[in-house]
């Protein structure tokens, strides 16, 4: 039943090398496959038709690729175009705002969920619609903060201007803090949310700004994480996983591959595509993850398949 | 892509019923068949090799009633058969412990979860393995609750009886109170679990009185919940939801279907079947969930294919 195929993983731009870490992270048997459609990101402005039109593009490159399943990293696709490419697609299409949904839904001890993402993603109230979809007795505030894309991208992932811009972003959610350190609220007190989900996928590289700023009793959830939980549970339901043997105790020689808790897995590779300009991608990929993207190769979707 | 065909939940008993109930407000439109092997309930205390073997049987039965996906809501099965199972039958298989342990790993703030279930799904570790699956960094304090099951099955599920049992049952977890109402602990503070996991599908049953003693600050995560929305998440990204239709505006004809958000989900229908005593079967069920099994069928594993 073993699967030595990769997982696909789309995304705009390079937020969704959040998700992809954390796939790395949770499945580290699995190789993946990621196409980044940076010449065109971000789809958070675009109409839905060429939102649908240019996912499409991108979802025929990681089918002809022989995917055993694609994980759509992306909001704006995930809000708008999932249900169609998973009626045109044979492989299984995980998106990132359900199981974000589903994570904060059963995070939240107060029931009220705060969820903050790009306007594009608020405008479309997903997050609301998919949480309600889990506990309709759940309050959700949702709330834009477009400063905090620019902020991740221009590599400011801590220091005073990360704090305060997201201070600022948040002090409509979380409050304003009085001499005290506690909050006063320009919200009705219902507003105080306990949970807090990062609804774009740039925001994971500002989890602990944001945990600093929110403080310890409100939980961050993210869909990154939440969508590579979902994603090892829905290999192993389909019988998708790749190869691992169990290591011969007499195995000790060395060999250059990963292994966990006695076991062997296959070689591991890792792709990524973009189609915008390689050193950029490169560059903005190795500064928020480190060397983890060594290889980064041109892909042209107007032309491709 | 809609599928009409029945969800399959199996048991050893009736508390797969609390996932069913799940299911059922999870995923209204979703027609279930239930089996309850009662017969040969409790399968905790049986050899492996018998619960490979028994619930082969009950497989077998849902299988060959073209069932679209099977809910293995017993979590000695989950724990031992999950992945032979899922190598035999072609339809997909989820159990509850992988469920679980995501949305405990999701819902701790403290990354300290304690989990109570029976003696032989503490002895499994299953939960212990899952959970640090998820993130090996949480502490898990695994708690046989023996006195549960018993409680549940005699009807007491508020009252005196089932707070003072309840309480004994979480002390060497939750620690004592003192004469403040303040916990003190008999295992070192670290032990001050943040989340509290049911393991065991009787258990959402004494959840009101589960949350009282334990306090608000701590939450209450059941597998029950969670497999249900994974259920719903596996469902959607497989194409296999029961049709829906859009209500169309001047239908209001008052058909006898469920409805939800303006649409018109097609008929329902739910089968319980157990190899015990249907009598003993639907007054259980009835005495735990209302008027929701009125039909119990009577099923004979032994000789059924």
Do not use: W
Request: negative net charge.
């Amino acid at each position: 039943m073993a699967d030595p195929r990769p997982i696909g993983v789309f995304d705009s731009g390079v937020g969704g090398l959040t998700v992809l870490r954390e796939i790395l992270r949770r499945s580290p048997a699995e190789s993946t496959l990621y196409v980044g459609d940076n010449a065109r990101a971000p789809y958070g402005v675009r109409p839905d038709e060429e939102v649908v039109a240019f996912s499409r593009q991108a979802l025929d490159v990681l089918a002809a690729s022989d995917v055993k399943a694609i994980v759509v990293a992306c909001n704006t696709v995930s809000a708008v175009a999932l249900g169609e490419h998973r009626r045109r697609y044979d492989v299984p299409i995980l998106g990132v705002i359900r199981p974000g949904a589903t994570a904060a839904a059963l995070a939240t001890r107060s029931r009220r969920v705060g969820v903050i993402a790009t306007p594009a993603t608020v405008r479309s109230h997903a997050y609301f619609a998919a949480i309600k979809d889990e506990n309709p007795a759940i309050e959700v505030y949702e709330h834009a903060t477009p400063a905090l894309v620019p902020l991740v991208e221009a590599g400011e992932l801590r220091g005073p201007l990360a704090e305060q811009t997201v201070a600022d972003a948040l002090a409509p959610l979380l409050g304003s803090r009085d001499a005290n350190g506690e909050f006063i609220f320009p919200l009705p007190p219902s507003a105080k949310v306990d949970t807090l989900l990062l609804g774009c996928t740039h925001y994971p590289l500002l989890r602990s700004v944001i945990q600093s700023i929110a403080g310890q009793r409100v939980a961050i959830v993210d869909s990154a994480t939440a969508t590579a939980s979902a994603l090892a549970e829905l290999l192993s339901i389909n019988g998708l996983e790749a190869p691992r043997t169990t290591r011969a105790p007499a195995d000790d020689a060395g060999q250059a591959e990963h292994s966990r808790a006695g076991e062997t897995i296959g070689p591991v590779t890792h792709r990524q595509m973009t189609t915008g300009d390689v050193g950029a991608f490169r560059a903005l990929a190795e500064r928020l993850f480190g060397d983890a993207v060594a290889d980064v190769e041109s892909l042209d979707l107007a032309v491709a398949r």
